[in-house]
């Protein structure tokens, strides 16, 4: 943007931007709200809804704000009579080819178009409903998305989510005119086709179009069968992205009220994903200083970089568009599916419980989640892993649905066996907080130091730059690590599948060369899952970011290998990292699918 | 899976693999196959970096790119205002019920597919139809029909 400032006036109020700036942000600047349907901070500028149209005097024509930059002289009004009919009409037209039986509906109570239509009293009746006239499809074949025609208002958010941010393109939109829709390859179902289930899209939709698949009632079910012993895991991001649902502005951490309030709904053990995000770094550490050592010493072929394994989305989207990488990917389950695969054996055993009567539940960032929950590898344990998977969303629809005041409930620790974690396992949360957490480990086994950053804060790792690399230099080792005396260890970090994409590319071109890559598929890690309260925006993400930093410091135990319970069950259960118990259970394997 | 190979192989050496060559790859292919089936779009999207759903709904958007089969020859009678004004409708029930098939299908000797199509900037000249390639202003139903029966003697 340039330096060179414009001068106008909004609503008879002047004020001076930057050069290049839209009429919206200029509104924004003075605290008017324009409305907006296609427009999203986070994307590239459609301009298709015009919604936000607002008045320049002295011109014939409305001017979207969202697309128009500033002029200047410029006057505009954001809320004349002129502008108000022509946003009502909009808003009535969109609802004239809406099914808007909102009580039916996802996203009652959070829904933009629901807001809009009651701001602006729109009279549907004034407009032949179209909606009920087409032919519209619901596509419930992903164990994550539905994707609902009927409540689509062509915004084109997703499709730029999905080509913008994740480099995906899963969606497009297809057919023009009164049949235009969004579409996937021959409208086959989104189960079918590259999409990573990654929930982006579901995160920016304005409508109840794309939404998760719900398994509330299931949940409910499981939690009124006396016969069942349901175990519930949260996952690090979403102590910090709840309190959103529940009445909090983003950045609250809420994991003690969240803790008191699982253990209200019913659930028999409340326990924490982190624990086995601790144990990830465990057998992913030991997993790359092996790799390195083959690399180093043996001198065998082995792949590297080495690449983390615990965001599902990613990982569809590496067997999807990168199956020649596939061999790089850490073959550690991700946490969710490590616990899940323990709850049923080493938990069943230690609580004298038959693992066919539990049913484990987990409360995820994600939306991918779901997906991996139910994909035939996960069932190590002779059952599903993990049962039901819910959204950090849908937990908070539960616990509104119990008529729990969230606010007041007084914190509450985790259950044990598999509720101690450290704040090593909270990073995993943010980008870059794998990497962090597995760097503070695998350089204390290896020189049996801390890693020589202040307060253990690896900062270089942090941010949210879309990819960024670091270099730690391994001095001092042990004896028996030796052979990494000296070595330059390069590692990257990428988040955003659109980045992963470029960083992947780079790596099969072999135009860069790294150790250790750690890829999330959501922009800012899970702390921006698709899974996480909606809306999105990278000033919320920042706040949540630092929440997810502050809850580290504000641990007693910041380092996975300090985590006792992790020291525990390698004893009782595991024996070692990458012991065949815990090839059995804590790995897994890929599966080519089809780019095209 | 060849002959798209090769339809591209030319496109590709004359515009390049740039989006902007996207649209002559779908026309050639249209052009030699009569309509872009789930193969053709999956090799143009290899061929020009894209994914499948942005080449899907790019054919889709222009009517004379099909994803459906056709018959050899693809009558598309134009249904914008002025020729709908000056009888489209009489045109198509002449056609219907001498090719025996309704808008949007194709004969079972796969020779005519019957659509309508937006405005061919005929409209002083309406009621309009093109058969492949060739317009046909300023129609009766008996005139569609012995067009028809030209075509059908081919
Ligand atoms: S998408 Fe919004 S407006 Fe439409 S039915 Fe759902 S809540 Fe109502
Ligand atoms: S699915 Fe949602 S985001 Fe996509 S176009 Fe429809 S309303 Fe917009
Ligand atoms: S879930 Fe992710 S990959 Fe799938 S369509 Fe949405 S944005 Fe694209
Ligand atoms: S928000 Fe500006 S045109 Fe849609
Ligand atoms: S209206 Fe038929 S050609 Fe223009």
Not at chain 1, 550 to 574: G, T, W
Request: with cysteine.
């Amino acid at each position: 943007m340039s330096n060179y400032m414009v001068n106008l006036k909004i609503n008879n109020i002047p004020v001076s931007v930057p050069e290049g700036t839209t009429i919206l942000d200029a509104a924004k600047k003075l605290n008017f709200r324009i409305p907006t349907l296609c427009y999203h901070e986070d994307l590239s500028v459609a301009g298709n809804c015009r919604v936000c149209v607002v008045e320049q005097v002295g011109a014939r024509l409305l001017q979207a704000a969202c697309a128009v930059p500033v002029s200047e002289g410029m006057e505009i009004l954001t809320n004349s009579t002129k502008v108000r009919q022509a946003r009502k009409h909009i808003i009535e037209l969109l609802l004239s080819e809406h099914r808007a039986d909102c009580t039916e509906c996802y996203k009652n109570g959070n829904c933009e178009l629901q807001d809009l239509a009651h701001e602006y009293g729109v009279n549907q009746h004034l407009f032949i409903d179209l909606a009920r006239k087409r032919n519209y499809t619901i596509d419930r074949s992903s164990p994550s998305i539905i994707k609902d025609d009927s409540r689509c208002i062509r915004c084109q958010r997703c499709v730029r989510t999905c080509d913008e941010l994740q480099g995906v393109s899963a969606l497009a939109v297809a057919y023009k005119g009164d049949h235009q829709k969004i579409s996937t390859f021959f409208e086959h179902p989104m189960f079918e086709v590259v999409c990573t289930n990654c929930g982006q899209c579901i995160n920016r939709c304005p409508t109840g179009a794309l939404i998760e698949k719900t398994y509330i009632e299931e949940v409910w079910d499981a939690l009124n069968d006396p016969n069942k012993h349901v175990v519930v895991q949260t996952a690090p991001a979403v102590r910090i992205g709840l309190g959103e649902v529940l009445g909090y502005d983003p950045g609250e951490r809420v994991t003690g009220k969240m803790v008191t309030a699982l253990k209200l709904l019913g659930f028999d053990s409340v326990l924490d994903t982190d624990f086995t995000a601790d144990l990830t770094i465990m057998e992913e550490g030991t997993e790359l200083l092996t790799r390195l050592k083959k690399a180093l010493v043996d001198k065998e072929p082995v792949a590297l970089p080495m690449m983390t394994s615990c965001s599902p989305g990613w990982i569809k989207f590496q067997e999807h568009l990168f199956p020649n990488l596939l061999d790089n990917l850490s073959t550690c389950k991700s946490p969710q599916q490590m616990f899940g695969a323990l709850a049923k054996t080493y938990y069943a055993q230690k609580r004298g419980i038959d693992p066919k009567n539990i049913v484990s539940v987990s409360i995820m960032p994600c939306t991918a989640k779901k997906f991996e929950a139910n994909r035939p590898e996960m069932r190590a344990s002779g059952y599903q892993d993990v049962d039901y998977v819910l959204t950090t969303r849908e937990l908070g629809l539960m616990i509104k649905q119990a008529g729990i005041d969230f606010m007041k409930l007084p914190d509450s620790p985790y259950d044990s066996i598999m509720g101690e974690s450290t704040g090593a396992g909270v990073i995993f949360g943010a980008t870059g907080g794998v990497m962090e957490a597995a760097l503070r480990t695998a350089y204390e086994i290896v020189t049996g130091r801390e890693v020589p950053f202040r307060n253990l804060n690896i900062t270089p790792v942090r941010g949210f730059e879309g990819i960024r690399e670091a270099t730690v230099k391994i001095e001092g080792c042990l004896p028996e690590w030796s052979f990494l005396e000296g070595v330059e260890l390069k590692v990257a970090v990428a988040h955003g599948l659109a980045n992963a994409k470029k960083l992947m590319q780079a790596v099969s071109d072999g135009t860069v060369s790294y150790h250790f890559i750690e890829v999330m598929a959501c922009p800012g890690g899970c702390l921006g899952g698709g899974g996480q309260p909606i809306p999105t925006n990278l000033e919320i993400r920042s706040k949540r970011a630092e929440a997810i930093y502050a809850e580290d410091e504000s641990m007693p135990l910041r380092k996975s290998h300090e985590n006792p319970e992790v020291h525990m069950i390698y004893q009782e259960f595991l024996g070692k990292p990458l012991s065949h118990k815990s090839h059995d259970l804590l790995h897994t394997h890929y599966k080519a699918r089809k780019r095209y | 899976m060849t002959d798209v190979q090769a339809i591209l192989e030319k496109v590709t050496t004359k515009y390049g693999k740039q989006r902007s060559a996207l649209m002559p790859a779908l026309q050639a292919i249209v052009k030699e196959k009569n309509y872009l089936s789930d193969e053709d779009i999956v090799a143009v999207a290899k061929t020009f970096d894209l994914s499948t759903a942005e080449v899907y709904g790019t054919a889709t958007f222009y009517t004379f790119l099909d994803t459906v089969p056709r018959g050899k020859y693809v009558i598309r009678v134009c249904k914008t205002i002025s020729c709908h004004m000056s009888g489209k409708d009489e045109i198509i029930e002449a056609l219907q019920n001498t090719l025996k098939i309704k808008v949007g299908e194709t004969t079972v000797d796969k020779k005519f597919s019957l659509l309508t199509a937006n405005c061919m900037g005929w409209c002083h000249k309406g009621p309009v139809m093109l058969v492949n390639d060739d317009v046909y202003p300023e129609l009766t139903p008996q005139k569609a029909i012995e067009i028809i029966q030209s075509y059908q003697q081919k």
